[in-house]
T-cell receptor
Framework: GNSVTQMEGPVTLSEEAFLTINCTYT??????LFWYVQYPGEGLQLLLK?????DKGSNKGFEATYRKETTSFHLEKGSVQVSDSAVYFC??????????FGSGTRLLVRP | EPEVTQTPSHQVTQMGQEVILRCVPI?????FYWYRQILGQKVEFLVS????????KSEIFDDQFSVERPDGSNFTLKIRSTKLEDSAMYFC??????????????FGDGTRLSIL
């Protein structure tokens, strides 16, 4: 079916550690892919996006590369900060332009 | 930067009562959406709306749900007879039809609906 699968959280890291949150998708064709972030008590904010294979989305030190061979869009950051603590959602756009979200991964960064 | 605004931020309602959640999409957007997020779970699509009619709805969006754009600015979600399982965060979103793939929906901060 058409879905988005994320690694389960919570992910707990120390400040300045390297972050990877895995995301894979199933879809027909090559959908646009997104990472959204939800800070505590807030709504969903677009973090980054990639619209075609091999595109790299980046924002605020986060990166994700659209890999069609592995149908993945893993989120990475070289050095996390306490302020990055949030829930991260991977999403893809389907043919009718609605977003299909993964289950979310909670990141907790400790000082 | 333009924002999607939702009111109220928190709504507490007795089971069986009707509730209306309100949204003001970004002014030049033409596609509107409602999503919901049950506590601790994934964000799920409910309905999309374009040109004054529903474009698509999910299995969740049964006869108890309806959407309306009563004027040029508001977009509402109505639940006629609320159930306990309707307790969730409800997100409104809007999008510009010319930039679907590059700039997907802009989300509001959500309305937390608590059914007692």
């Amino acid at each position: 079916g058409n879905s988005v699968t994320q690694m389960e959280g919570p992910v707990t890291l120390s400040e300045e550690a390297f972050l990877t949150i895995n995301c894979t998708y199933t879809a027909t064709g090559y959908p646009s892919l997104f990472w959204y972030v939800q800070y505590p008590g807030e709504g969903l904010q677009l973090l980054l996006k990639a619209t075609k294979a091999d595109d790299k989305g980046s924002n605020k030190g986060f990166e994700a590369t659209y890999r069609k061979e592995t149908t993945s869009f893993h989120l990475e950051k070289g050095s996390v900060q306490v302020s990055d603590s949030a829930v991260y959602f991977c999403a893809r756009m389907d043919s009718s332009y609605k977003l299909i979200f993964g289950s979310g991964t909670r990141l907790l960064v400790r000082p | 930067e333009p924002e999607v605004t939702q009111t109220p931020s928190h709504q507490v309602t007795q089971m069986g009562q009707e509730v209306i959640l309100r949204c003001v999409p970004i002014s030049n957007h033409l596609y509107f959406y409602w999503y919901r997020q049950i506590l601790g779970q994934k964000v799920e699509f409910l309905v999309s709306f374009y040109n004054n009619e529903i474009s698509e709805k999910s299995e969740i969006f049964d006869d108890q749900f309806s959407v309306e754009r009563p004027d040029g600015s508001n977009f509402t979600l109505k639940i006629r007879s609320t159930k306990l399982e309707d307790s969730a965060m409800y997100f409104c979103a809007s999008s510009d039809p010319w930039t679907f793939s590059n700039q997907p929906q802009h989300f509001g901060d959500g309305t937390r609906l608590s059914i007692l």
